[in-house]
């Protein structure tokens, strides 16, 4: 039996084959190629091995599977490693999947279980699909779940498993999917790679043959690497492109394997614990969704791929222009000369005010208050409320930052509950920049932070929150349970609790930078911070690697006075704020020591930002040039954003002669006229020859307008 799944201009297509003993890959890539025969199944005789080791199986069990990546590895109670399950029924939204679902001779038996709600990551619709698998001497029931929404060129795919039987199971290896690539030849591998400070930078692997890893053990997302994974054939790197990401905000890890015959797969799952998940007798576990992406526009279409998919789950709140006072004030926070930032901060055109660390008791530094969230009377003599209202008189609305996971070994929380601190029993929990973790496995912990927030957020007027998370999770505790599943679920159950109760609250996801960045977090805040490195060029590049895999309404971004930690090299007022513009637009400098002539630049730029913003957070994204002028280009109904930056790394002295270097633009109408600027030039001729930055400044922010 076959399936197909249609998106946009792409279809996955799915069979099992007559002996039910797997589900395969028949085709994924462009409509065209769900018409035609198999364009990875194997060709020849398979000597010495099973054939399902040479299949391109959907998702692989170890006993059907022995010598090649498996996804799933159950033991039971004699110590066995291996299943056979076999095929029972087929449900879902497509058409072939109804009809199977009332000839398949297990549906009757399977239809009296409850299965756990489906958990896919993006909005509703599509083309859905169930396939159920019975081992019946392990009692294990195995299903497949596909989603692919509507009008998107994504697939979401994720995996229940259920103990029917009365003893208990093991699951040593658990991944939510093997996605099959077509490739021929071997794999032109793409991943993002980074440390703090330095965060999404784009890396290529070369792979003819064997294994390439990237994961985090840390408890979150990590800065190390990112859930990411794209794939091209060698053989055609610019061409149709394959990308697999990970809804998961815990340990994780993706691999790609290239076997003999030069065929990619991509695993992506969470990382599996050292003693594994039991799973008792009738109880079932669900893993994360992968989302695995095709375009035939190479690399740049996938990213644009899954900005869409991104796109399609976020809530539609205004992304205001806010002021972040943490770089002005740090820990020393006071109403007064808050106050006077906001007064500035409104000559330069914010519209959101947000406090960082150090408004409530005890936090003069890094080493105490965490977990004690009441407002320090010594910052806020007249109450929160009062500074909250003279931000109204200004025009402002009011942010806050929040780091509900952690806490400070001496603040009264840590004394009054030492149990609800993430420990090892009898050891020492590790202190990482002077705090701990509180243990939101806990479902008690889980409670007091939610209580916690919506307190906050019902005793003020607050419409932004940003929430951080500046440490990883590296104490072990007891590894019987499953500590990670159990953190992270808590996790996302508050920020859907906080979607639901306080819907007007804009949300920030920080992590110590761009800790946790990821599909389960894009699908519940409003935006992500990507780093803390705000420097102009070395924050180009970060944003550069970023928008690879996430979409701009998801890139907090701010202006601010750093000097680069990886290049210092001095930008331009403009520059900066047209690197922030490329994103959600925000300010973190210290306004007290801007002169009256920064201030009017940056309402110059905030104004044009108000007018743009809609097009860069909704608009496709074309990467126009690299190297000494970086271009970017964000396409929208009837017009285009255009930024130009000169990153200085050529004759930019004129010192020697050289030529005026234009940049074509993309994806215009060739038959109509388009004014830049002053300026009106036929679409062809911006096709082809492009816009000439003037000059002036180092940094360029050009919209392009439809006259026709």
Not at 492 to 510: N, S, T
Request: charged residues 20%; negative net charge.
């Amino acid at each position: 039996m076959r399936w197909t799944l249609r998106g946009a201009t792409t279809s996955y297509v799915v069979e099992v084959p007559s002996h039910g003993r797997w589900a395969s890959l028949v085709a994924w890539g462009p409509h065209a190629v769900a018409d035609g025969p198999s364009t990875v199944a194997p060709v020849g005789t398979e000597h010495f091995l099973p054939r399902a080791d040479v299949e391109p199986l959907e998702y692989a069990v170890r006993g059907v599977r022995y010598t090649s990546p498996a996804e799933l590895v159950v033991s039971g109670p004699d110590g066995s490693d291996e299943l056979r399950p076999v095929f029972t029924e087929a449900t879902g939204s497509t058409a072939a999947a109804r009809e199977a679902a009332s000839t398949s001779p297990g549906a009757a038996v399977l239809a009296s279980v409850n299965a756990p709600t489906p958990t896919p990551v993006g909005a509703g619709g599509g083309d859905s699909l169930e396939l159920t698998f019975v081992d019946s001497l392990r009692s294990l029931r195995l299903v497949l779940h596909y989603r692919m929404p509507a009008d998107q060129d994504v697939v979401e795919r994720w995996v229940s498993v259920f103990n029917d039987g009365s003893e208990q199971l093991t699951l040593h290896h658990h991944d939510s999917a093997g996605f099959v690539i077509p490739t021929l030849s071997g794999a032109l591998i793409r991943h993002l790679w980074g440390e703090w400070n330095g965060e999404f930078q784009q890396g290529e692997v070369v792979l003819r043959r064997g294994r390439f890893s990237v994961d985090s053990r840390q408890g979150i997302t990590g800065h190390s690497y990112s859930p990411f994974l794209s794939v091209a054939d060698i053989e055609d790197p610019a061409g149709t492109t394959w990308g697999v990401q990970l809804a998961w905000s815990g340990s994780w890890q993706l691999s790609a394997d290239v076997d003999t015959t030069g065929q990619t797969r991509i695993q992506a799952g969470r990382a599996p614990s050292s003693l594994g998940l039991a799973l008792a007798p009738g109880s079932s576990w669900v893993s994360p969704v992968a989302v695995g992406a095709c375009s035939s526009e190479g690399p740049d279409g996938l990213a644009r791929a899954f900005h869409a998919y991104q796109r399609s789950f976020a809530r539609g709140l205004p992304q205001k222009v806010v002021y972040n006072s943490w770089f002005a004030t740090e820990f020393d926070v006071r109403a007064d000369q808050q106050l006077e930032l906001a007064r500035r901060a409104v000559r330069a055109g914010v519209e959101t005010f947000v406090v960082d660390d150090g408004w409530f008791v005890g936090r003069s530094d890094d080493t105490a208050g965490l977990g004690d969230w009441e407002v320090d009377p010594a910052a806020f003599p007249d109450g929160l409320g009062s500074f909250i209202t003279d931000l109204k008189e200004l025009g402002l609305g009011f942010g806050l930052w929040v780091e509900p996971e952690s806490v400070s070994p001496g603040s009264a929380l840590a004394a009054k509950h030492p149990e609800w601190i993430l420990r090892t029993e009898g050891r020492e929990p590790l202190l990482i920049r002077n705090q701990l973790l509180l243990d939101l496995s806990r479902n008690d912990v889980a409670e007091w932070i939610w209580e916690t927030l919506d307190r906050l957020l019902s005793s003020y007027e607050i419409s932004y929150l940003k929430w951080d998370a500046n440490r990883a999770r590296l104490d072990a505790g007891d590894q019987r349970r499953d500590l990670d599943g159990d953190v992270v679920t808590n996790l996302y159950k508050i920020l859907d609790r906080l979607r639901a109760d306080h819907p007007q609250v804009f949300v920030e996801g920080c992590a110590g930078g761009g800790a946790r960045v990821d599909l389960g977090m894009a699908a519940r805040v409003d935006t992500l911070w990507p780093s803390d490195n705000t420097a102009p060029l070395d924050r180009l590049k970060i944003q550069r690697g970023f928008l690879t895999g996430y979409s701009p309404h998801l890139m907090s971004s701010w202006v601010t006075d750093a000097e680069g930690t990886h290049d210092g090299r001095e930008r331009s007022l403009d520059f900066r704020f047209h690197a922030a513009m490329a994103g959600g637009l925000g300010i973190g400098a210290n306004l007290s020591k801007w002169t009256d002539r920064q201030l009017t630049v940056a309402a110059g730029h905030v104004t044009k930002y108000r007018e743009i913003r809609q097009v860069v957070a909704e608009g496709d994204v074309y990467w126009l040039s690299e190297g000494p002028v970086a271009g970017v280009q964000y396409v929208g109904a009837d017009r285009s954003v255009v930024f130009l930056w000169n990153t200085g790394d050529s004759n930019v002295r004129g010192t020697l002669p050289t030529r005026p270097r234009r940049i074509p633009l993309a994806q215009l109408d060739p038959a109509k006229n388009y004014r830049v600027g002053d300026e009106t030039y036929p679409g062809s001729y911006l096709l082809q020859v492009g816009v000439l930055p003037d000059g002036t400044t180092d940094s360029h922010c050009l919209v392009v307008e439809t006259l026709d």
